[in-house]
């Protein structure tokens, strides 16, 4: 493939696309964008090989046409050459450090090497400006005075790049493989157990609000999916993401869902330190107020978008949001730290008492390697639930008081089961209403805790 042409031709056919959307009166939807597009990248390759004839070269066969014109189509509307990485099913996540260094993340945890995804670092960088500003909806800046992006694409897969305060343009594309998801489906899994899964289950119906706390890559957003799953197809839902990860609104299940997506600005910052454009969650989550909402999903929270966390919790209706995080425990004074980037007003006394008053659970989920030489040396990953913790309002000196419902399994016992029951709040017995399984529960107590 003469990937220098496709990327000649790309732009090309991009320049000829924008002026005839633009002549044209009417506002042309996607797939009749890609069927005209279609139309003048067969022009394009026809006058390249026409030109290629001409300059004494052999004239190009079928299905060299065929494969060249593909691979600008790819370019102009999908993700040119790492298009057949992201159609993989072996890959789940794409590390890119330099055109040429590429390394593919699949699905059992090992690590292999990837095609170069340019010819060169400068030609990534203008794939991923021409990708980030292509979005009728919601296009995003890259440049250098903006070097770092967050893009969703197609299929539900996530994109992060920086360049330009990179030594390298980087990128990482995170593909969501489990869409359509139960906590059933994680049991099988064995991301949870039975009585694991009967008591998140039951906490959604009776809407408690729930953190999803882990590592990248841990599978937050899956276990969102699955808690989702659990909510009534007729309640009206409302997400408030930074990127569509969760994409409720397409899975099909809940009759109506409400999507929000925080939009970056550009251009240089007015008075109020905003920048032209901007439209945050906070934003968001004062207009979906009067949307008649039964639930409100934060998605991650990673700095002072936690406002929007805690007043969906206080409304109230069961909110559901994920975090970085080494332990549960460790999740609380994460949020208690985000809240306090709001602004000087947010004191740490403040911050405690609102998310003790509005977290109900944290649901901290692990990812570790299994190692194995029996039948070819490999690896493969296992995430699962090690801990739930109840919080609550506590003590002055922290401000919080924090329960192990479920414990994570000590490696003296052997067990590969993940969580396992600890300590329960006499409150949350009456959880076994919503079809809590109470007494398996208190059978896997230790001894010592047992009623």
Same mark, same amino acid.
């Given at each position: ?18 002026? =005839? ?29 026409? &030109? ?6 052999? *004239? ?14 790819? *370019? ?26 590429? %390394? ?24 991923? $400006? ?42 990482? /594309? ?12 994680? $049991? !099988? ?23 999803? =706390?882990?590592?990248?890559?841990? #599978? ?22 930074? &990127?569509? !990860? %969760? ?8 009759? /109506? ?10 251009? !240089? ?8 454009? &901007?439209?945050?969650?906070? !934003? ?5 107020? +009067? ?10 929270? +990673?700095? +002072? ?39 000087? @007003? ?60 479920? +414990? ?8 590969? *089961? ?15 209403? @919503? ?12 001894? #010592?805790?047992?009623?």
């Amino acid at each position: 493939m003469d990937w220098t042409l496709v990327t000649a031709l790309r732009a090309q056919a991009s320049e000829q696309l924008s002026q =005839s959307v633009a002549a044209d009166r009417t506002r042309l939807d996607r797939a009749a964008q890609e069927e005209l597009g279609r139309a003048v990248v067969l022009d394009l390759v026809d006058a390249a090989m026409a &030109e290629a004839v001409n300059a004494g070269e052999s *004239a190009w066969s079928p299905q060299r046409q065929r494969v060249i014109a593909q691979a600008v189509f790819d *370019a102009l509307f999908r993700l040119g050459r790492l298009q057949p990485l992201v159609d993989d099913d072996r890959v789940e996540n794409i590390i890119i450090a330099g055109f040429d260094h590429v %390394l593919l993340e699949l699905v059992d945890g090992s690590l292999v090497d990837g095609p170069r995804v340019a010819e060169s670092d400068e030609e990534l960088i203008d794939f991923l $400006v021409f990708l980030a500003s292509r979005s009728e909806v919601n296009a995003r800046s890259f440049s250098q005075a903006q070097p770092r992006l967050h893009l969703r694409l197609d299929g539900g897969s996530r994109l992060a790049a920086a360049a330009w305060v990179t030594p390298r343009p980087s990128v990482v /594309i995170r593909r969501h493989r489990l869409m359509h998801v139960t906590l059933e489906d994680l $049991v !099988e899994r064995g991301a949870m157990t039975p009585v694991v899964a009967s008591f998140l289950r039951a906490a959604v119906r009776a809407r408690k609000s729930i953190v999803v =706390s882990g590592e990248q890559g841990a #599978g937050k957003t899956t276990l969102v999916r699955a808690l989702c799953a659990e909510i009534d197809p007729l309640e009206a839902i409302g997400t408030f993401e930074t &990127e569509y !990860e %969760l994409h409720l609104h397409e899975l099909g299940r809940h009759k /109506i869902v409400h999507p929000w997506e925080a939009r970056p600005g550009s251009g !240089e910052r007015g008075p109020d330190g905003r920048q032209a454009g &901007e439209f945050t969650l906070d !934003e968001a989550l004062v207009d979906s107020f +009067r949307f008649n909402l039964s639930r409100q999903i934060v998605g991650e929270v +990673r700095g +002072r978008e936690i406002w929007a966390m805690i007043k969906a919790m206080e409304s109230g209706t069961g909110s559901i949001s994920t975090t970085h995080s080494t332990d549960a425990v460790a999740a609380v004074r994460k949020l208690v730290t985000c809240a306090m980037e709001a602004g000087a @007003h947010v004191t740490h006394e403040l911050a405690t008492s609102k998310l003790a008053a509005t977290v109900d659970l944290i649901v901290h989920l692990t990812m570790d390697s299994i190692h194995t030489v029996q039948g070819g040396d490999h690896s493969r990953r296992r995430r699962r639930v090690t801990e739930v913790v109840a919080v609550a309002p506590g003590e002055r000196a922290t401000g919080y008081a924090t329960t192990h419902v479920f +414990r994570t399994d000590s490696p003296e016992s052997g067990s590969s *089961a993940g969580a396992l029951p600890g300590v329960l709040p006499d409150d949350y017995r009456a959880l076994a209403e @919503h079809g809590f399984d109470l007494a398996g529960y208190l059978a896997g107590q230790p001894t #010592g805790v047992r009623p």
